[in-house]
Structure formats: C-alpha cells, structure tokens
C-alpha cells in the first residue's frame, strides 16, 4: 500500500513538474527555442545552463518548450486511442457468435504489428505533422485498450446485475452505457495514462528516426538524434531531452499503474 | 567530365573537378618514400559500379583512380598535365586533339595499352547501346576517335570544346581494358581491370573495398603501398572516432565542428580544402511564385549570409557572390552583390506584391549541415515576414527530386570543377543536363556557347565573368558561401594528393614507420 502511494506521488510529482515546465515554458525559458546564435555547441555555461545545439539555440530553453509539444502529442493520442478503442472494446466485449469472431480478430491483427514500425510506415506516408503523429500513434495504439475493455466487459457481461438488466429487457446499448461502462471507467482512465507515456515514448522514437515534427520544432525525440553528432562536444544536447522524455514517461506510466 | 555525382548520403551535391589545395605538407615532404604497408580509408559506401564508364557516385572515383590510370590529370593548380597522353597538340581550330601515349603500359590482365584501347574506350562510352551516362555529355562533342599510329589517338570533334583536357583527367579518360571489358560484360563492374598502381582484390558490398599493389605499374618504383583498403564509415563522427582509435587512416568532407574533436591531437593532421564546394539555394523560376524576379531579389537581400557563415562554419567559410571562389583564372570582381538588407527586402516583397505572412515551402534535407543552413534561412526569411516551412526530405532522395522538379525551393551543394564550362554550362545553360531551375536565358546560353568556341583564355576569361553577372543579376541560385572542409590524416600517411576534385589520390602514398 504504502509502496503503490509512493509510486503515485511520484508519478504525480513527475507530472506536475513536467505540465509546469510546459505550461510556463514561454515566461520561464531564458531564451526564444528556435533563435540561433553566434556562440555554436558551447558546454554548460552560467548564460546557458546545458549549452547550445548546432545552430547556438538554448538547449535548456528548448527543453522546456519541447514539454509542450510532449503534453499535447501525448494526451491527445491518448484520448485517440480512447475514442477508437473503448468503442471496439464494448462491443467485442459484449457481441457474440460471428461479430464478436470478427472484432476479436480485427484487433488481433492489429496487436500483431509492431506499433514503432506501423507508426513509422504511415508517418511516412501521410506526412509529420502535430495533428498526424497524434492520429497515427492513436491509431496504433487503440487495440491495447480495445483487449483490455473488451476482458473488463467480458466478465462484467456474466454477473447478476447485468442479468438482472438483461431480463428486465433493457436493450444493449442501454447496459452498455449505463451499466457496463461505469464500472470500467476507472480502468480505462488507467489505461489512459499508460497510453500518454507509449504515445511519448513513441513519439520520441519517431523523433530519434527522423519523423518528428519538422525543423525547426523544439522535439524532444529529434533533439536527442540531431545531438548524437556532438556527443563529444556536448553530451547534454541528446542526454537532457532524452532525460526529459525518460521522466515524463515514468511519470505517466506510475500514475496509470497505480491509479489502477 | 561527369555525371550527376551525388555525394550519396552525406551532401547532396554534385562534382566533378573541383576546388582543394594540395596540402602544403605532404608537398614539403623531406622523407624518403618507404615501401610497404596498408592504408585503410574511411569511406561514404555508395560506390556501385567500379567501371568509370558508368560510374556516376562521388565515392567511386576515389577507387577509380588507384586502379586505372587517365589520359591527362589534374595539378593541384588546376593545370592539365600528361598521364597516359604524354603529350598532345590541338589541331584543326581547336576540333582535333592528337594525343601522344605512353609506351610499354599494360593492363592489370597483361594486354597493352594503345592506341586501339584508347579508341575502345571511347567507342563504349559513345555507343547508344552500352548507354553510359557520359554520353549525353561526349555525344554532341565528339564527332569519332581515329587510330593515327599505334600509340598515337586523334579525337575529332564536332565543335570547339575547350574543357575537353580537363575531362579526359576525370571519368572519361580513365581506360579500362578492352580485352577485359569484353570479356565480362555487365561483370566487369565488379571485376574492374585498368593500367592503375592498384590492382582490384575483393569488394564487400557495405563495408570494404581492397586493393593490392601492382607490381607490374608502368611507373618505376611506384606504387609504395602494398595494399589500399576502404573501409565505410556510416557517418563522419564515426569516422573520426575510428580514426583516433587507428582503425582508420583517412576520414574527409568534415566541416569545422567536426574537426574540433581532433584538431592538435597528436598523430592526426587535419588539412583544408582550398575551395570547398559552393553552398546555394535553388528554385524553378520558370513557376509560381519563384518566377518573380523581385521575389528572388527580395530573398537574396533577406539571407545574411555572414552569420551563417559564423554559425554552420565558425566564419571559416568563403561569402559567395556567384558560382566561382576567388582565387581561379576565370575568378572575377563581384560586379552584382545582394547585400544582407532586410529594409530592402521588405521592400522588395511589396513591389513585388507579396503580402506578409505569405507561405513558402522550403525542403530540408537530412544531412546535418544543410538541415543548419535551412533552419538559418526559415529564420532570417521570417524576419522580412515571409513565412518558411520546412519540408523534411531523405538525403538520398532529394537530388533526384529535384532534378525531376519535384521540389521547387532547395538548398544545394556543388563541387567545383577543373574548367569553367563544367559547372557554369551543365547547371545555367538552357541545355545543361542538370539545369534542374528552369532557368532559360538567352544572354546566358550566347556567352556560353561562345566560351566554348574559343581556346583563348582571355577571351573566355571576359565571356564567364559576364556569364557571372547574368546569373547572379537573375539569381536561379542564390549564392552562400564556399564551405570550409576538411580532411584528418594519420600523420603518418605521407605522400597523397587533395586534387581540386576533391577526391584524394592516395596512388603515391606511403606509410612511414
């Protein structure tokens, strides 16, 4: 008990933290993220707290706005992921016979694909764009929450009360919404919060490989690419985003699990 | 004389000969040449053929030239000296060149070299069939290459074409073995035989090439090395990083942020290239909306190109104001220079009714430096309030896209090359073969064509200065600078050459102990 409350403050702290530094970027960053400057790939100084990148931009300051673009990739894809699978996941849960066959199987097919791989597949195609890498990440991501609704509904689906609603003859959609849904909500909210740090993680990833969000956005997962050629001039330019996507990740990922 | 010579993953420019110093130390040399040993170079793998008549890669060519030998080369100085020609004269008003051969060179397989391999060589690159890519290029010059004796060739052409001495030093005087030739076929890529110090031993695909010396080499004593092999290397940091650890000997194309991790290191020597290629923006001015001149003009006045100088090059690089660097014969004064004034530029942009806040799309390349350079122009173009998007875009993608216009607006990098019609008629010439902008202008195509009309210098001199003024005056380039590049070395690899192609010829290279 004590051990899940721990991880949950932390997670929330880390959170906290986190939708601070975002939210309060603007007024908080010492300098302007995407201005160049004359003073290139210097080490941490007292003007710059974890040097600047190839172009002389504040790594710290674009640390700070990448937060923002973090905070809505990852939330929005989410929500994505929500809107699409808890939908699937109701009605696979509680169809039978040859429906239920056939979501079972649609959403097989999709927990097969690697989600990174998918996700780099249409990023490609479709483009980088804030609106694009949100619906492709929801899009490969929505079949986990599918399977985990789908299992909640399954046995919610077999217990007296539901029989009892059933023999009372409300209709499907009725128990669904009304009976069925309540008593998930919880773990859907849990599942939320897993979804936010995957959705980071993989945003982060499609970032590292080229797809982020086009020059010259303050991405975290391009930021950590763009920086491995300096490495040896300065290590922060990769580790302090790479950093901020590690704690945001654990961040969402501790409160989606205790929560659950 | 080359071909689209994509510098593959790493810069998407093109080259042929182009602008480097001979490193003043390995001309000061004092050492005696010592046999033996290897020399392991670092490699940008996207070699794929190692037959010159269709090789079209930058990489190759440094291969090329260890195992096969051409008619003329190329000085450190730009000048045309005797190789496998030992001497020529120009006949004819400039329409035929008789070129003089060496005796006694064999081939790697032990057939001679003559005047008939002369003949074969270029009867391939011509033939409709064999489809070289030199011959889009050779085809409109060269009318047909006669046997005058056994080591005497004559090349009749069909107009005057003075930078012919300076492409018989590149890929279309490298000779390759008839006799091989013919025998292998399509295989003949993969099992090269040429007159080179080096003879071909193994090629993995990826990650090395190896070369053997040639003992039978026609020049005396020559080559010193035993063996020659280049390794690839997936990216410069790499390189570097197995350069100080000694896996490699030679890594080149660095920019000065790379030479920061080895520059005063001990055992390395990191040498500059004298011109570096010439970093521009380009654009179709034959459609919307970079067919508005005062568009271009306003761009051109926006870009201050001092600071991108100062950012992407620590200020090591050269301003450009036009296609030529300083410092060659047809080098001029800058008669047309559009100065960093972003009052000027605004002002331009509303001559030219181009409101603000108005969209442009610009692609970005992966590669690190031009992926820099694109950031700095969406910036400075911001502050006239145009608005610049960037369209990220594959390395290995974006030269073909844009040769087949399908980007509009583009940053671009181009080596220089040994004459003045290379670059100047193949990328401005309504008819040049990469003149991917759209560019057409009369004026331009008279001055050039009447360049290569004549063989004297001053004249030609006069005709590309002008040639200069028209295209800096209609910009379908907008000139950055001429970039600062590098080479790290082994201090103990002495002997090799930094030609003005920018390939290094490592033939006479030795290994000290």
Known sequence: ?260 | MTMIDRRGVLLGGTSLLGAAALPASSRAQTAEPRRGGTLTVGFDDNARTMDPTFSIQFSERQVLFLIYNTLTTIGTDFSIQPELARSWTIENEGKRYVLRLQAGVKFHDGTDFDAAAVKYNFDRRLDERVNSPQRSVLRPVIDNVEVVAPHVVAINLRTPYPSLLADLADRAGLMVSPTAAERLGQDFGRNPVGTGAFTFRQWVQGTSITLERNANYWEQGRPYLDRVVFRTIPNQIIGMQRLIVGEVDYVDSLTPEHIRQVEGRDGIVVQQARVGRWYSLQWQVDKPPFNNPLLRRAIAHALDRDRINTITMGGRGTIANGPVPPGLWWSSPDSVVHNHDPARARQLLAEAGIAPGTEITLAAPSDPLLRQIVQLVSEQLGAVGLRVVLAPVAQSEYYARTVQRAINFTPMAWTQRADPDGLFFILFHSRGFANSTGYNSPDLDAALDAARATTDVEARRRLYARAKEIVVTDLPYVPLYFAAEYAAVSRRIQGWVWTPDQIPRFRYAWRAS
């Not at chain 1, 050629?229 to 990922?253: C, E, H, I, K």
């Open chain 1, 1 to 260: 008990m004590t051990a899940r409350r721990f991880r949950l403050g932390l997670g929330v702290a880390l959170v906290a933290i986190i939708a601070l530094a975002g939210l309060l970027a603007p007024w908080i960053a010492p300098f302007d993220p995407n201005a160049s400057g004359a003073d290139v790939l210097s080490g941490a100084t007292a003007t710059h707290w974890m040097g600047t990148d190839d172009l002389g931009r504040d790594v710290y300051s674009r640390v700070l706005h990448g937060a923002r673009i973090s905070l809505l990739v990852g939330p929005l894809a989410a929500l994505v992921t929500a809107i699409i699978g808890v939908p699937f996941g109701l009605l696979a849960g509680y169809a039978r016979g040859r429906l239920n066959q056939f979501l079972v199987q649609v959403m097989d097919l999709f927990i097969a694909l690697p989600n990174l791989v998918l996700a780099l597949i249409i990023t490609v195609m479709v483009g980088a764009t804030l609106l694009n890498i949100v619906l492709v990440l929801g899009i490969v991501m929505w079949p986990e929450m599918a399977r985990l609704v789908r299992g909640q509904v399954m046995s919610l689906r077999e217990t007296p009360f539901i029989e009892a609603a059933r023999s009372i003859g409300c209709k499907p959609s009725r128990i669904l919404a009304f009976h069925i849904w309540p008593n998930i909500m919880r773990i859907v909210a849990a599942q939320m919060a897993i979804a936010v740090s995957a959705a980071i993680f993989t945003a982060a990833s499609l970032g590292f490989l080229g797809l982020g969000l086009p020059p010259p956005a303050a991405d975290w997962g391009s930021m950590v690419q763009s920086g491995f050629d300096y490495l040896s001039l300065n290590p922060l330019l990769s580790l302090a985003p790479g950093a901020a996507v590690a704690l945001t990740v654990l961040g969402f990922y501790l409160v989606g699990r205790s929560v659950e």
